[in-house]
């Protein structure tokens, strides 16, 4: 959300542009560490991006030494914690009209700590119209860049970088926006830039593309002949206008030619013979906006019958449209979708992107930053720190629109580690890693939504509890409180804010939150302490195991995988539980789960596989700490490897809730080396290794996963996926199909989600699979 | 044309009966799909009706009921003549008419014979005769019926006939006074059918039934206009080519137009500029497909120049463009780049966005109406240049014929398009015209009529 913060300037409009005040903690942030600059300033926008650097608080988990101690101390924790400084790479991307730049531009130099910077790159119109000012305002040399590669370097970025970014617009339906999923390879495409003019551009790699066409009739005409026709001076105005008009009392239809015949000779009546057929005659007025929605009509369309007609001369099917023409409004978005499906009969997508106005911007800045290879980064786009989408409808949010309108923010972190789809995905195209989707469902996005507010107390007490020793704690917690009770009332009223919303995107927006407010791991110590007690009952529960017959263990161990699920401190239900009663145990919750036959339930057909010849290699996405990691999956692990399966065991890079994160799992699996000859000797055979996936999410994606994980999979020749938990194997994944054998576990902590499958709270999901030969 | 019709001296439509009576066999239009068919079900009937004299013609409206009854077919006094009929030549009786009904124009073409010999002469009936000289004797009809006399086609043959084809044309909205006068004139007596294309030939069906007393016979619009093209080019143009280009089309010291020799017409791109833009892929005479279309047409180029300079007139319009300066209203290439946009190969004349200029509030201020139909005109120009382009890319044709009324007297249009379609396709393509623009359709109905194939 773009809170401009200074307070009423989001309506004051033009006149206060100077005295404008800027809260930098909303607007500019992170300015002090900013090293590169780059802006894009259009007909009525001005873009800033610039590259910063971000200190967090990150804990970090340390083994204590035992050399040479003896290690029987019962009250010590299994490692330690300690919180360190830590720095990380941001993207900052700030929208403003251009009436605020003089204003953007002396808060900028007040502000900019950092002398490095000597160049900055910029792109559109407005560049050399500002070059002058910017150069004296922030003593930076103006570097121009050519606007067409800024706009498709941009495009890329954003298609590799941002899920959900491109969106197909369908009116009157409820989303509006439909997103898609990321294709993996985004080449080639036809990107149909609608400014003043229109350009059509094919983009075939990451440095090729080639202009293959364009018209005059665009965005200026629009503006220009519409400030005609109507006296009316603001695109937007025009805009509005057009929304209200009444094209068929201006444009000769069909019909209008035709009579009641067309209908016989299945024409569509409505169908415009001659834009502006009507107006052909000196004795009769016309509405402002009948005409301006005639103009609009008449423009659409001819923009969609020249993407069509390029599209199919160069075979695309994806179109991408973007432009100031196009910029989130609705109004073109609908006519101009309209238009591609009756040009191109349907074969043609008309794509519109969440970030389409920082395009440019990012180019820029691209091109400035080649030295630092961004492009060789994976980044994510920060769900605290951006603006969602606007709704198409302004009075459903009016302030916000207002606000947003006049500052509006993209944040993208720099990931520690490139990512990729897992080779195991049957068809990486049509993955999709959420089972529902929020956007769709009302009832399910209500349900969760609620769900989210409601343990939003718990969430700010346990952040607070985390750090006991810090003075500003409650007041960061607070804050966190405040901006993520925000983001949910935004998402009430418009879902598609950040893409398809789902119960992932409401976590990972959770997370990122808490990072802003430096609450980087609020369940360190409870999983510090988790771990040490599981630790504490390890060797006692693999002796029984290994006390039972194969069958019986088999049975078991399952059930330890399961039981071990039920320590979730992401599910409400288990919260509660564990909250109130701290002693509860593995046997209690062992006790909690359903019988057999469980809600779903291929436990026989993987008993039968399990008498068969042993997997090569399985790979184990591990859940939560404590409990479910040490008591539930390494005994599971430690039966795979007995058979003579390798493990790659993959635990989260960052924390997410009480999810097990990759450096405690080192320290666990050296703790149960310890006293495990098998999880010993596979250790250090690397027959049990140990990896990351490159998210710090409560669930899985697995079309981005740590490319080193990823290389593993590949060169071990993994043919068993394990998933474990409600919120990666139910959440997400429910539905994905591997080309490898699969195992999806998890019991669902959650009465409104067993309900709706059909069960009830504490219900086995138990899915074993076998791709299809 | 309405006023004009009207204003034409009443005429007798005395004794239509002995001739009409024949026509009904001779125009036996009997097309092979039952539209075509239905509408000469109609004339077999309807020749009872002349049968009963005078007093039908004088009868105020023709009664459908009355005409519709069967078994009334041909009275027993003409069967001897009809013997004799039979013998000469199967073609309708006279008027020759075809008719456009557009969105905009009507375009009517008429066979004026020259071959009239005394005793069909004598047997000529009044008011045949008199819209013979009506049409022919004028050149303009009321204050909007106007007679194109540089396009008269002299000394044509037409299913063996020798005379002159005359190409008129009016505005749409008269079309009620053009049905009114037919009504009152008794068009009906002379049982011509009236072969209609256009969507106006659906639109006013049933003003012509139930005001006029006359059945049209609709054809299919894109079937009457290649038609229309075909042959027209074939007799050419009182000797004279009927195709012809632009050479240097940008320079208005060396740009001359030059005859074509349309003699392998396929595969052709046929770009129709009415109110509304029609293209056509042409491989054969019968073998036409509709590729697309616009809403950009002369109407959107007549329409926003009204709205814009308050103009009343297509001929007014285009005389103030011909005075107006577009590069005041477009924002250019170089406007933008200061030049040539070179990482694109953009020409630093060519128009960036059109109207792009009046986005800003002085320059709206600076322009003059001469300038905005200018605008206007080339806006829509080059739009139809750049469709038709791709389409020709599209079906791999490369000659573009541009027809319709948009070019009448519109040479800023023509050189546009010839220069455009050369420039952007790098001389790939050529911009051909066809003297007659817009009467095409309006040709392929007479020639259904005559059912000349």
């Known amino acids: 959300m773009a809170e401009c913060g200074a307070s009423g300037s989001g309506s004051s409009g033009d006149s206060l542009d100077k005295s404008i005040t800027l809260p930098p903690d909303e607007i500019f942030r992170n300015l002090e560490n900013a090293k590169r600059f780059a802006i894009d300033i259009g007909g009525s926008l001005t873009k800033l991006a610039y590259y910063s650097t971000v200190q967090h608080k990150v804990a970090k988990v340390r083994s204590f030494d035992y050399s040479g101690k003896d290690t029987e101390q019962d009250h010590e924790p299994p490692y330690e914690i300690s919180v360190q400084e830590e720095v990380t790479a941001r993207l900052h991307f700030v929208k403003f009209e251009n009436t605020y730049i003089e204003a953007c531009l002396d808060f900028i130099k007040d502000h900019l700590v950092n002398t490095e910077t000597k160049v900055i790159q910029a792109t559109g119109g407005g560049a050399y119209k500002f070059k002058d000012l910017i150069e004296e305002k922030l003593q930076l040399k103006v570097d121009k860049e050519d606007v067409m590669t800024c706009l498709i370097k941009g495009c890329n970025f954003v298609l590799k970088n941002i899920p959900h970014e491109a969106f197909v617009y369908q009116k009157d339906s409820d989303p509006e926006f439909r997103f898609q999923t990321n294709h993996p390879n985004i080449f080639p495409y036809l990107l149909v830039n609608i400014g003043s003019g229109v350009s059509i551009v094919k983009v075939e790699t990451e440095d090729r593309f080639e202009w293959i066409g364009g018209s005059s009739i665009g965005g200026g005409t629009f503006w220009g002949l519409g400030a005609l026709l109507t006296k009316t001076k603001k695109f937007d105005e025009l805009l509005q206008l057009a929304s209200r008009g009444q094209h068929t009392n201006v444009d000769m239809l069909v019909q209008d030619i035709y009579g009641g015949a067309h209908e016989t000779l299945g024409l569509s009546g409505n169908l415009i013979a001659s834009s502006f057929g009507k107006s052909a005659t000196a004795d009769q007025e016309f509405s402002k906006e009948d005409m301006a929605k005639s103009l609009l009509h008449m423009i659409s369309n001819d923009i969609g019958q020249l993407a069509c007609l390029y599209a199919r001369l160069h075979c695309l099917d994806r179109v991408y449209f973007g432009g100031f023409f196009i910029r989130g409004h609705p109004v073109t978005m609908r006519t101009i979708t309209y ?30 930053a080649e030295q630092d290879n961004p492009n060789q980064y994976s980044w994510g786009e920060n769900y605290a720190g951006s603006s969602g989408l606007m709704s198409s409808s302004p009075e459903l949010c009016p302030t916000q629109r207002a606000r947003s309108g006049t500052f509006d923010l993209l944040e993208m972190d720099r990931l520690e580690r490139p990512l990729v789809n897992l080779p195991l995905l049957l068809d990486p195209s049509s993955y999709v890693p959420d089972t529902v989707d929020l956007t769709d469902d009302a009832l399910a996005r209500k349900y969760w939504l609620t769900c989210f507010e409601e343990a939003l107390d718990g969430v700010v007490k346990r952040a607070v509890a985390s750090q006991p020793g810090s003075v500003d704690a409650a007041e960061r917690a607070e804050k966190f409180r405040q901006k993520y009770w925000n983001k949910l009332q935004t998402l009430r009223h418009q879902p598609f804010a950040y893409g398809t919303l789902t119960v992932r995107s409401l976590l990972d927006t959770r997370e990122h939150c808490l990072n802003e407010f430096n609450f980087p791991d609020p369940y360190s110590k409870v999983k510090q302490k988790d771990n040490g007690v599981a630790l504490k009952c390890f060797q006692r529960v693999v002796s029984a195991l290994d006390a039972l017959d194969w069958e019986e263990r088999q049975l078991a161990l399952v059930k330890g995988l399961l039981a071990g699920n039920v320590f979730d401190w992401g599910a409400k239900a288990v919260s509660d539980v564990l909250e109130s009663d701290p002693q509860f145990g593995f046997e209690e919750a062992k006790k909690k789960l359903q019988e057999r036959p469980w809600l779903v339930d291929s436990y026989g057909k993987w008993l039968q596989r399990l008498k068969g010849p042993p997997h090569k290699c399985a790979l184990i996405f591990a859940d939560n700490s404590g409990v479910d990691v040490i008591l539930g999956v390494f005994p599971f692990v430690r039966e795979l490897l007995s058979r003579g399966t390798e493990v790659i065991l993959a635990c989260n890079s960052g924390p997410a809730l009480n999810d097990v994160t990759y450096n405690e799992s080192l320290i666990v699996a050296e703790r149960i080396a310890a006293m495990d000859p098998v999880i010993h000797s596979a250790l250090r055979e690397e027959r049990l290794l140990l990896v990351q996936t490159g998210s710090s999410s409560p669930c899985l994606d697995l079309s981005r996963l740590d490319k080193g994980l990823a290389v593993l999979v590949r060169e071990r020749g993994a043919d068993l996926v394990v998933i474990e938990g409600m919120g990666r194997a139910v959440h997400t994944n429910y539905h994905a199909a591997l080309c490898c054998e699969s195992l999806k576990l998890a019991v669902i902590k959650n009465s409104w989600l067993a309900e709706r499958l059909g069960g009830q709270l504490f219900s086995v999901i138990f899915k074993y699979e076998v791709p299809a030969e | ?126 008011s045949l005769k008199s819209i013979r000289k009506y049409l022919t004797s004028n050149v303009a009809y009321g204050s909007t019926g106007i007679r194109d006399v540089h396009l008269e086609l002299k000394d044509l043959t037409l299913c063996g006939r020798k005379g002159n084809l005359h190409f008129i044309r009016f505005p749409t909205h008269d079309m009620p006074a053009f049905i009114q006068m037919g009504r009152d004139k008794n068009f009906s007596s002379l049982h011509t059918v009236f072969c209609a294309t256009g969507g106006g030939a659906y639109k006013f069906e049933q003003d012509f039934l139930t005001i006029g007393d006359l059945q049209l016979c609709k054809l299919d619009e894109l079937d009457c206009l290649i038609k229309g093209i075909l042959y027209i080019d074939s007799v050419g143009f009182n000797g004279r080519s009927q195709c012809y280009y632009f050479e240097n089309p940008a320079d208005s010291e060396k740009c001359q137009k030059l005859p074509f020799d349309l003699k392998n017409p396929y595969p052709l791109l046929l770009v129709n500029i009415g109110s509304g833009v029609s293209i056509l892929a042409v491989y054969s005479k019968d073998n036409y497909k509709r590729v697309t279309g616009t809403s950009l047409g002369g109407g959107t180029f007549f329409g926003l120049c009204c709205l814009l300079t308050g103009c009343t007139t297509f001929e007014e319009a285009l005389e103030m463009a011909s005075r107006g300066d577009s590069t005041k209203v477009d924002k250019l290439v170089r406007d933008i780049y200061g030049g040539d946009y070179e990482r694109f190969g953009l020409p630093g004349w060519a128009v960036a966005s059109s109207f792009g200029n009046m986005m800003s509030k002085e320059k709206r201020e600076a322009v003059s109406k001469e300038d905005l139909a200018r605008a206007t005109l080339i806006t829509i120009t080059n739009n139809i240049g750049s469709i038709a382009r791709m389409c020709a890319l599209n079906e791999n044709i490369n000659q573009v014929v541009f027809v319709g009324n948009f070019l009448r007297i519109n040479t800023i249009a023509m050189r546009l398009l010839a220069y455009a379609l050369d420039y952007w396709s790098k001389g790939q393509l050529k911009a051909l015209f066809s003297e007659h623009e817009g009467y095409f359709g309006a040709v392929g109905a007479l020639l259904e009529l005559l059912k000349i194939p």
Request: net charge positive; proline share 6%.
């Open chain 1, 339 to 368: 238009s591609i499906n009756f040009f191109s009969k349907g074969e043609v997508q008309a794509l519109f992107l969440r970030h389409e106005g920082y395009l440019g911007a990012i180019g820029a800045f691209l091109k400035g």
């Open chain 2, 1 to 126: 044309m309405g006023a004009g019709w009207l204003a034409a001296p009443m005429e007798r439509h005395a004794r239509a009966a002995a001739t009409s009576a024949s026509s009904a066999r001779e125009s036996v239009l009997g097309g092979p799909d039952g539209r075509r068919r239905e509408p000469l079900r109609r004339r077999a009937n309807s020749a009872s009706a002349p049968a009963v004299g005078a007093s039908a013609s004088a009868s105020p409206s023709g009664e459908g009921v009355r005409r519709d009854r069967p078994g009334s077919y041909s009275g027993a006094t003409s069967a001897s003549r009809q013997r004799v009929e039979s013998l000469r030549k199967k073609r309708p009786l006279f008027p020759w008419f075809g008719l456009d009904i557009g969105g905009t124009l009507v375009k009517l073409v008429y066979f004026e014979p020259k071959d009239i010999t005394a005793e069909e002469e004598e047997e000529e009936v009044e």
